[in-house]
């Protein structure tokens, strides 16, 4: 089905995929009715600031999430360096072991792992991979990858196209419908990691599009100039639907139960409203009395603007009831007026009048009619003065009432009946039989008769039992036809418990699994790292210049496809440079350059430039917006024809990351010049700040816009936005 084909698809089932930062969160998901739940543990996840969960709570959660028909996925979603992968790998064999089957990635070296020494797990690209165009499904499907979550970015037309694409690889597609933007395609921002180095390729994001800007050194005034509006496409459900997308995704990890629930449960009757070909709603309370910064459905409509912007962060959720009166800071207590009748236990959020948020907590009595106390939770993220602002939030299921319901979800073990048969000198068989299956395991020795301690029910029962955190819990020994006086030893009975538990709960997996072999150490320390000077035209590249190569950075929206392969083609010294971003038609144009060029080596941000250079006999160099950190990410490269070289990742330094391993044929390529870009935007910031007088942008914005602006941080780093004709709009520093 093409885009300009899309029509009503009748019952077709697709994935309500929730957030679940902890276990509480989880659990409202589940409740609500998700169909699968995506949460991270440890350091290897995008949203390090989530509570995240324990393996301990995984263990449970996932066994809780089986016996709803629900699915756990775990978010392995950054950036891994060589020094961490044997760390990860104790990871995966631990929550394999606790149920989990699905891992969502983003680092190119753990989908080369996951692929080739892990096909026991499922694996899904996390939206960190900046997918948007054929040629990078293609190339996900080279590692396995059953799932893509597409890059926010796309109208309904793209997606369209590439759930086609997707779907005749088998591969299904994902996409975010509800919860926060990001200012840069995902996977290609850098501007937490230049600002604070904290870096949202390894889950330390600290969102500084949500800050305030000043726009110049001569214009004082103060926005938040990358701040766009949240995701929400509840009233384009059917239009999301009509695309043949497979998933459908909340963003909110960093949410609370109450948020998770409320959206979840609007969500989940969306969604049987469309599979039963019945009308949905366009809105819904219970999604304008959570956490949002107003709402937008311009990416999804096509509709790029400057109405996708907001100019602050503050939940517009929130509802005024109040200014602080006094405040105590021994006590942690504060009193406020107000003139509404509020409850007991009713969250409380304080502000500055020019909406800083300084903490949190909880109205604990009345003191006059007027007047109420307040206990502050959590650390003051500023002094409290009297007149500051005082907020509550209303759920439209509130907070008592789910934590009633999710209080309710418990782990309900599967009873395990036991039979136990055997003669002396025979093997002792023991048939293990759950609700759903049953399993006959020998011992490996024959039985002996016992000098003491017989097998008896105590006996058995006393090994047998031991259950532990397992889904199961004993029913009932039989061991009416277990002859008299034998013995088996108490490792052998305890060996036949655990198999069978392994087995019943299809967890087992062969532990030498998780001993890759490492990357061959090679004497990269020593190579001569070649050097290029890049350039975006062909007037302002010298052949003075002391250089490997002159590179040719093509823009994002190639339009004289002839002129521009004669061009490159005329000049035996230029490496063209295909630019991360290439979507729909200038994926196309971009290929067909491909096809007209002389065979040249290219280099290339994107990996559907890089499938298609294999597929079409070119040798390629992978760009620095491949990410790669790690020895297995090139290990991964080096399987695809064509590969000669790459760029590692300009986010980190050799001390951060270590030495990667890169096999002699493969040379490693640096930039003389390159500026150092931190956001890549489809979005018009010239427009978000000032000057342009169109509504939106059109078909000609891309092609010709040709302004810059610069916008200074509260640190004093300045930001340069440069809009360039052909090219997205990027931020350097």
Not at 178 to 188: N, V
Not at 211 to 219: A, H, I, P, T
Not at 626 to 635: G, L, R
């Given at each position: 089905?093409?885009?300009?084909?899309?029509?009503?698809?009748?019952?077709?089932?697709?994935?309500?995929?929730?957030?679940?930062?902890?276990?509480?969160?989880?659990?409202?998901?589940?409740?609500?009715?998700?169909?699968?739940?995506?949460?991270?543990?440890?350091?290897?996840?995008?949203?390090k600031?989530?509570?995240?969960?324990?393996?301990?709570?995984?263990?449970?959660?996932?066994?809780?999430?089986?016996?709803?028909?629900?699915?756990?996925?775990?978010?392995?979603?950054?950036?891994?360096?060589?020094?961490?992968?044997?760390?990860?790998?104790?990871?995966?064999?631990?929550?394999y072991?606790?149920?989990?089957?699905?891992?969502?990635?983003?680092?190119?070296?753990?989908?080369?792992?996951?692929?080739?020494?892990?096909?026991?797990?499922?694996?899904?690209?996390?939206?960190?991979?900046?997918?948007?165009?054929?040629?990078?499904?293609?190339?996900?499907?080279?590692?396995?990858?059953?799932?893509?979550?597409?890059?926010?970015?796309?109208?309904?037309?793209?997606?369209?196209?590439?759930?086609?694409?997707?779907?005749?690889?088998?591969?299904?597609?994902?996409?975010?419908?509800?919860?926060?933007?990001?200012?840069?395609?995902?996977?290609?921002?850098?501007?937490?990691?230049?600002?604070?180095?904290?870096?949202?390729?390894?889950?330390?994001?600290?969102?500084p599009?949500?800050?305030?800007?000043?726009?110049?050194?001569?214009?004082?005034?103060?926005?938040?100039?990358?701040n766009?509006?949240?995701?929400f496409?509840?009233?384009?459900?059917?239009?999301?639907?009509?695309?043949?997308?497979?998933?459908?995704?909340?963003?909110?990890?960093?949410?609370?139960?109450?948020?998770?629930?409320?959206?979840?449960?609007?969500?989940?009757?969306?969604?049987?409203?469309?599979?039963?070909?019945?009308?949905?709603?366009?809105?819904?309370?219970?999604l304008?009395?959570?956490?949002?910064?107003?709402?937008?459905?311009?990416?999804?409509?096509?509709?790029?603007?400057?109405?996708?912007?907001?100019?602050?962060?503050?939940?517009?959720?929130?509802?005024?009831?109040?200014?602080?009166?006094?405040?105590?800071?021994?006590?942690?207590?504060?009193?406020?007026?107000?003139?509404?009748?509020?409850?007991?236990?009713?969250?409380?959020?304080?502000?500055?009048?020019?909406?800083?948020?300084?903490?949190?907590?909880?109205?604990?009595?009345?003191?006059?009619?007027?007047?109420?106390?307040?206990?502050?939770?959590?650390?003051?993220?500023?002094?409290?003065?009297?007149?500051?602002q005082?907020?509550?939030?209303?759920?439209?299921?509130?907070?008592?009432?789910?934590?009633?319901?999710i209080?309710?979800?418990?782990?309900?073990?599967?009873?395990?009946?036991?039979?136990?048969?055997g003669?002396?000198?025979?093997?002792?068989?023991?048939?293990?039989?759950?609700?759903k299956?049953?399993?006959?395991?020998?011992?490996?020795?024959?039985?002996?008769?016992?000098?003491?301690?017989?097998?008896?029910?105590?006996?058995?029962?006393?090994?047998f039992?031991?259950?532990g955190?397992?889904?199961?819990?004993?029913?009932?020994?039989?061991?009416?036809?277990?002859?008299?006086?034998?013995?088996?030893?108490?490792?052998?009975?305890?060996?036949?418990?655990?198999?069978?538990?392994?087995?019943?709960?299809?967890?087992?997996?062969?532990?030498?699994?998780?001993?890759?072999?490492?990357?061959?150490?090679?004497?990269?320390?020593?190579?001569?790292?070649?050097?290029?000077?890049?350039?975006?035209?062909?007037?302002?590249?010298?052949?003075?210049?002391?250089?490997?190569?002159?590179?040719?950075?093509?823009?994002?929206?190639?339009?004289?496809?002839?002129?521009?392969?004669?061009?490159?083609?005329?000049?035996?010294?230029?490496?063209?440079?295909?630019s991360?971003?290439?979507?729909?038609?200038?994926?196309?144009?971009?290929?067909?350059?491909?096809?007209?060029?002389?065979?040249?080596?290219?280099?290339?941000?994107?990996?559907?430039?890089?499938?298609?250079?294999?597929?079409?006999?070119?040798?390629?160099?992978?760009?620095?917006?491949?990410?790669i950190?790690?020895?297995?990410?090139?290990?991964?490269?080096?399987?695809?024809?064509?590969?000669?070289?790459?760029?590692?990742?300009c986010?980190?330094?050799?001390?951060?990351?270590g030495?990667?391993?890169?096999?002699?044929?493969?040379?490693?390529?640096?930039?003389?010049?390159?500026p150092?870009?931190?956001?890549?935007?489809?979005?018009?910031?010239?427009?978000?700040?000032?000057?342009?007088?169109?509504?939106?942008?059109?078909?000609?914005?891309?092609?010709?816009?040709?302004r810059?602006?610069?916008?200074?941080?509260?640190?004093?780093?300045?930001?340069?936005?440069?809009?360039?004709?052909?090219?997205?709009?990027?931020?350097?520093?």
């Amino acid at each position: 089905m093409i885009a300009a084909d899309m029509g009503k698809q009748v019952n077709r089932k697709v994935e309500l995929l929730a957030p679940g930062g902890d276990a509480d969160s989880v659990k409202a998901a589940i409740c609500a009715g998700a169909d699968a739940v995506y949460c991270g543990t440890g350091s290897f996840n995008a949203r390090k600031r989530a509570t995240n969960l324990s393996l301990q709570e995984i263990e449970q959660l996932a066994q809780i999430a089986k016996q709803r028909d629900c699915r756990l996925y775990l978010t392995l979603n950054t950036l891994v360096f060589d020094h961490e992968i044997a760390q990860v790998l104790t990871l995966l064999e631990k929550v394999y072991q606790l149920g989990i089957r699905v891992i969502i990635v983003q680092d190119l070296g753990l989908l080369h792992i996951l692929k080739t020494y892990l096909p026991e797990f499922e694996v899904h690209a996390s939206t960190q991979l900046t997918t948007h165009n054929e040629g990078q499904i293609s190339f996900l499907n080279r590692f396995g990858v059953s799932q893509v979550n597409l890059s926010r970015e796309l109208s309904s037309e793209e997606i369209s196209l590439l759930c086609l694409s997707a779907h005749q690889k088998n591969i299904k597609i994902e996409v975010f419908v509800h919860g926060a933007f990001c200012i840069s395609f995902s996977g290609q921002c850098y501007m937490s990691s230049d600002l604070c180095g904290k870096s949202g390729n390894r889950g330390e994001c600290v969102q500084p599009c949500r800050r305030q800007y000043s726009l110049s050194n001569r214009n004082k005034n103060v926005r938040a100039v990358f701040n766009l509006k949240d995701n929400f496409l509840f009233p384009e459900a059917d239009v999301l639907y009509n695309t043949g997308a497979d998933s459908f995704k909340i963003e909110g990890r960093i949410k609370k139960f109450s948020y998770v629930y409320n959206v979840t449960s609007a969500w989940r009757e969306q969604i049987d409203a469309l599979e039963a070909d019945k009308k949905i709603r366009r809105e819904d309370k219970r999604l304008e009395t959570v956490f949002n910064r107003k709402f937008t459905a311009g990416y999804l409509k096509g509709r790029i603007e400057k109405d996708m912007f907001i100019d602050s962060s503050r939940d517009q959720s929130l509802k005024f009831v109040g200014n602080v009166q006094r405040y105590w800071a021994d006590k942690k207590t504060l009193t406020f007026q107000s003139k509404s009748e509020l409850c007991a236990n009713t969250e409380i959020l304080i502000y500055t009048p020019d909406f800083t948020f300084i903490c949190k907590g909880f109205l604990t009595k009345k003191i006059s009619p007027v007047e109420y106390q307040f206990n502050i939770e959590h650390k003051l993220m500023g002094k409290i003065s009297k007149g500051y602002q005082v907020f509550t939030q209303e759920f439209s299921e509130t907070a008592d009432k789910i934590r009633s319901i999710i209080d309710r979800v418990k782990w309900v073990k599967e009873p395990l009946k036991i039979s136990v048969s055997g003669t002396l000198g025979s093997k002792l068989k023991v048939v293990f039989t759950s609700p759903k299956e049953s399993l006959t395991l020998f011992s490996h020795m024959p039985i002996t008769e016992a000098s003491n301690r017989p097998l008896n029910r105590e006996v058995l029962f006393s090994q047998f039992s031991r259950l532990g955190t397992t889904p199961f819990v004993l029913d009932n020994i039989e061991f009416s036809n277990l002859s008299p006086n034998c013995f088996i030893p108490q490792k052998e009975l305890n060996r036949l418990r655990c198999e069978a538990v392994e087995k019943l709960s299809h967890n087992f997996i062969d532990p030498s699994h998780f001993n890759i072999p490492t990357v061959s150490r090679s004497a990269s320390h020593k190579r001569k790292i070649k050097k290029a000077y890049f350039a975006e035209n062909i007037d302002s590249i010298s052949s003075e210049t002391s250089c490997d190569a002159h590179v040719l950075i093509l823009p994002n929206c190639i339009q004289e496809i002839s002129k521009t392969a004669d061009l490159i083609n005329r000049n035996k010294q230029i490496t063209p440079f295909f630019s991360s971003i290439l979507i729909g038609k200038d994926f196309s144009n971009a290929l067909e350059l491909l096809k007209r060029l002389d065979g040249r080596t290219i280099m290339t941000d994107n990996t559907g430039i890089a499938d298609s250079a294999s597929a079409f006999g070119i040798n390629w160099i992978a760009g620095p917006g491949f990410n790669i950190v790690n020895s297995y990410a090139v290990e991964a490269l080096t399987q695809i024809d064509g590969f000669c070289g790459l760029f590692l990742s300009c986010e980190f330094t050799k001390k951060e990351r270590g030495s990667v391993q890169i096999p002699p044929q493969v040379d490693l390529w640096q930039s003389i010049n390159l500026p150092k870009t931190v956001i890549t935007t489809r979005q018009c910031l010239i427009k978000n700040i000032s000057g342009c007088k169109k509504k939106r942008c059109d078909k000609d914005c891309l092609k010709e816009c040709n302004r810059s602006e610069t916008v200074i941080s509260s640190q004093g780093k300045r930001y340069f936005i440069v809009k360039r004709p052909g090219f997205y709009t990027v931020v350097t520093s």
